[in-house]
């Protein structure tokens, strides 16, 4: 994401609606980690809507069939991404991204394979959380979680079977300037998505806003 200076002034409207336009081994799964990451990073650099405010408003995602509450105009964009690692086909990134307050607030999807299984689901998530760890200059270790970062409450998931997909630590932004991070992932029908919020650290009226406002609409596409 480009941008993430400290901003402490936070507001709060009423919010309105705003709809949008009509596994393999260790070392292959290094390799695929700085791919993704730098595919996170351009495509988050892409977005660049900002606001100075939180005006909150319900925003249709193009893709995934669900509805999200930003507190700013977004931005939209899709990336093919190398989630699924080496020699694996891309998969294609949808992202909505905008800025408030100091704050970078992002909700991503990708759509999940027909009948794929909670395991594969759980590696989809794991190397996506790597690639984002990257992308906040976090150093993780191969199969564990960095200094400072630790899984947090995130309601229901979509499925019980899955491990944690809610976390929270401190990072880096493109500027080199420190921040924190705050991601959650969810299943929604065929689709993984995450709710990313990035900055100095919103006052919680605000972070429950933006983290409980993803619903599904629709059947799914």
């Known amino acids: 994401m480009q941008d993430m200076s400290l901003c402490p002034a936070f507001a709060r409207s009423a919010t309105r ?29 892409a977005l660049t809507a900002c606001s100075p405010a939180l005006d ?16 700013c105009k977004p931005e939209r964009a899709t990336r093919e991404v190398p989630l699924l690692g080496p020699g694996q086909p891309p998969v ?26 909670d395991a ?9 959380r790597r690639a984002a760890w990257a992308t ?13 970062w630790a899984a947090v409450p995130c309601g229901s998931a979509g499925r019980v079977t899955l491990p944690p997909l809610c976390w929270r630590g401190p990072g880096h932004g493109p500027d080199g300037q ?31 806003t933006f983290f409980g406002g993803v619903t599904r609409h629709g059947s799914g596409r």
């Open 17 to 45: 609606r705003e709809d949008g336009p009509p596994s393999g081994p260790r070392a292959a799964r290094g390799r695929a980690v700085p791919a993704l990451a730098s595919a996170l990073v351009a495509l988050g650099g």
């Open 120 to 128: 594969t689901v759980a590696q989809w998530a794991a190397a996506w």
């Open 92 to 117: 294609a990134l949808h992202m909505l991204s905008c800025r408030a307050a100091g704050h970078t607030f992002a909700v991503a999807a990708v759509r999940l394979p027909d009948g794929v299984a």
């Open 178 to 208: 420190p921040l924190q991070a705050e991601w959650h992932w969810r299943i929604e029908g065929p689709w993984l998505v995450q709710r990313a919020l990035y900055g100095p650290g919103l006052a919680d009226d605000a972070r429950e």
């Open 136 to 148: 906040l200059r976090v150093p993780a270790p191969a199969d564990g979680v960095p200094p400072g």
């Open 56 to 71: 909150w408003r319900t925003v249709r995602h193009d893709a995934a069939a669900v509805e999200a509450v930003l507190p």
